[in-house]
């Protein structure tokens, strides 16, 4: 199967990429599809990954005729990777350039125009879409993509386009899904039909270690050689958690064959996660040149958002890393749990999409069928709710209790949310939406302190290799107060610097994440603009206090406790004001990683005073 590396001439990559539409499972079924969509206003469409939903369905409609009157198609994905590498693809099946009719639109990145018919976008931004258009009269249809996802914004999409059906009934609503929970939708839906795309799978044989591993990274690295060595021709898909975890991985196959030299044929390491940049995201996407085998080590995007053709064997270690939320303590954390079988499942149909194939899990058979849970418990569960409540109020929905989720949040979950909002003064006592602008006359400092927040634990580099010049580098940005200023003296640093790379370089700053820093800022600024609240600076005085009072520890027997819910935490030894140890401090957030982590924390002497 493996495809000539030499790029056809274009005429001619034209008509094949028309020939693999036509060979996608959905082909077959496009005019049935196009029936059922006119005959109903919602529909379920279940359809393995691969089959064609997401690059396919949206050309159909156009073709169709729903974007006549320069109407818009709309499409939902979870992850922005997806979103963007989609709007490529269906950009390039349709000879266009993106941005033109084919657009996507993600926080803080817009690649549409007035052209844009056909706009994938993650569901977040549609969410944001409802403040400027609330009955998404622009659209006529809506596609409700990765529903299985589940993540926190497709939740509250559910609810809010369920609403707007109702009284726009020339609106279609298309909710997909890989073959998970589709009962369940159509069921939220008002028992909407589910139109199945049967799949073209081929068997996956299923191999399980004998023994619990207990280095899984170490594990994979040998299974990824082991299937070089002894197994026929065939890429291979590896499933860790997170980018630390898939930059060691890599790192270490790379030496390995380095050490091996001639003794094996090419190996070729490709990561794959949200941080990465894009153009290394689209090298997943290259045919294997003959001879050589590719492994791409990927988070769980590319459990079903991403479809890399040629995969042959599949290995899983069994884990993801979890958000969670303690609502008692207001406690997020980010673990390295056990997958759902439902996950499991998803990975191992990656392996059979082309041929045959293998799908190696490292845990034992028990393990599946006793230590994982059925299905992943949808992200509106374990979640802080705050922004999502902001969201919802300023729509004007007040009654959130009564709010139709498809499975609501847990009730303390929402209440703390609400009490938060209040406490900080955006919402009165009727828990309606206050119009708060108080202007401590230091919005300059707090733009860029959000805007730099808001890339949070990729500003500073530290390669493995140049540790301690790394360290000496952040130490040279400390300043008195803690890390939020440290933060706003790098960015003001960087803007005297004339926004430079080399400055970045030699400061071991990531270039790229200031840079996002900036187009947030930017686009931050513009909002105040817009809402004409006037910029100042306090040249050098801050009132950080006022919005994170809430967010308060006291030094209290070799950590700190909070003062709302007397819960100890600690200082990251990453924070300027690690040795330090001032008596209070205020938090950005607290997160649990391998122990109970103020992230992002302030102090200045006057604090204590204040209270
Ligand atoms: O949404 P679904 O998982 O059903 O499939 P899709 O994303 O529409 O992908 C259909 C096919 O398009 C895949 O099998 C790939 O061959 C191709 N594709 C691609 O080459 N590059 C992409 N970025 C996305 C899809
Ligand atoms: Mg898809």
Redesign the pocket.
């Known amino acids: 199967f493996f495809k000539s590396c030499q790029p056809p001439p274009a005429e001619k990559q034209k008509q094949s990429i028309q020939e693999?539409r036509r060979s996608?499972?959905?082909f077959p079924y496009r005019e049935d599809l196009l029936a059922a969509i006119r005959e109903h206003q919602i529909l379920v469409i279940e359809?393995?990954?691969?089959?064609?939903?997401?690059?396919?369905?949206p050309q159909y409609l156009l073709e169709d005729g729903y974007t006549e009157g320069g109407m818009k198609i709309g499409c939902t994905q979870p992850r922005r990777v997806a979103a963007m590498?989609?709007a490529?693809?269906v950009a390039q099946e349709m000879s266009v350039k993106l941005g033109n009719e084919v657009g996507y639109s993600i926080r803080f990145e817009d690649c549409t125009s007035e052209r844009t018919i056909l706009k994938y976008m993650t569901d977040g931004m549609l969410l944001r879409e409802f403040l400027t258009e609330p009955d998404l009269a622009s659209y006529s249809v809506i596609i409700i993509?990765?529903a299985h996802e589940r993540t926190l914004h497709t939740d509250i999409l559910f609810g809010l386009i369920k609403d707007i059906a109702r009284f726009r009934p020339d609106l279609k609503v298309l909710v997909?899904s890989?073959t998970l929970d589709t009962e369940r939708f159509s069921c939220f839906f008002d028992d909407a039909p589910v139109f199945r795309?049967p799949g073209r799978r081929f068997p996956v044989d299923i191999y399980y270690t004998k023994a619990p591993e207990a280095d899984y990274l170490e594990a994979c690295v040998v299974s990824v050689l082991q299937i070089h060595v002894t197994q026929p021709a065939g890429d291979v898909l590896v499933f860790l958690t997170g980018q630390e975890e898939i930059e060691a991985c890599c790192e270490l196959l790379q030496e390995r064959c380095r050490r091996l030299g001639s003794k094996i044929s090419e190996l070729l390491v490709l990561p794959i996660y949200a941080n990465l940049p894009s153009d290394m995201q689209a090298k997943i996407?290259n045919p294997t040149p003959p001879g050589a085998r590719k492994v791409v080590v990927a988070t769980n995007i590319a459990e079903?958002?991403?479809?890399i053709?040629g995969i042959i064997y599949v290995i899983d270690p069994g884990f993801c890393k979890q958000k969670s939320y303690n609502a008692r303590t207001g406690m997020e954390s980010l673990i390295v749990t056990p997958c759902s079988r439902a996950s499991a499942n998803q990975r191992a149909g990656r392996a059979g999409?082309v041929a045959a194939g293998k799908c190696f899990r490292l845990y034992t058979a028990w393990a599946f069928k006793h230590e994982m849970e059925e299905t992943t418990v949808p992200e509106i569960q374990r979640t802080n709710l705050g922004n999502v409540v902001l969201l919802l109020k300023s729509l004007g929905i007040n009654d959130l209790i009564h709010f139709d989720f498809m499975d609501p949040p847990p009730h303390e979950t929402l209440v703390l949310a609400l009490e938060q909002l209040y406490a900080l003064g955006a919402l009165n006592h009727l828990g309606e939406l206050t119009k708060v602008q108080k202007n401590y006359k230091c919005s300059e400092e707090i733009l860029t302190i959000a805007a730099m927040l808001s890339v949070n634990n990729s500003i500073f580099y530290r390669p493995k290799d140049k540790v301690v010049h790394a360290d000496n580098a952040r130490m040279n940005f400390v300043v008195p107060g803690g890390d939020h200023i440290v933060l706003l003296n790098v960015y003001t640093q960087w803007v005297e610097s004339g926004y430079s790379t080399q400055w970045c370089f030699e400061n071991f700053i990531q270039f790229r994440s200031m840079k996002r820093a900036r187009d947030v800022r930017d686009q931050l600024e513009g909002l105040m603009d817009r809402i004409e609240v006037e910029l100042c600076s306090c040249n050098g005085e801050s009132a950080v206090t006022a919005g994170y009072f809430y967010n308060t520890a006291r030094l209290s027997k070799g950590g700190y406790k909070t003062v709302k819910h007397q819960q100890t935490v600690y200082v990251h030894p990453n924070s300027s004001l690690f040795e330090e140890q001032p008596r209070w401090m205020i938090y950005h957030e607290l997160v649990f990683t391998t122990k109970e982590f103020m992230r992002q924390v302030w102090s200045r002497p006057s604090l204590c005073s204040s209270f």
């Open positions: 693999v996608l499972p959905i359809g393995e990954t691969g089959s064609g939903k997401t690059t396919q369905i590498s989609v490529a693809r993509d990765e997909a890989a795309i996407f079903t958002s991403l479809t053709d999409r």
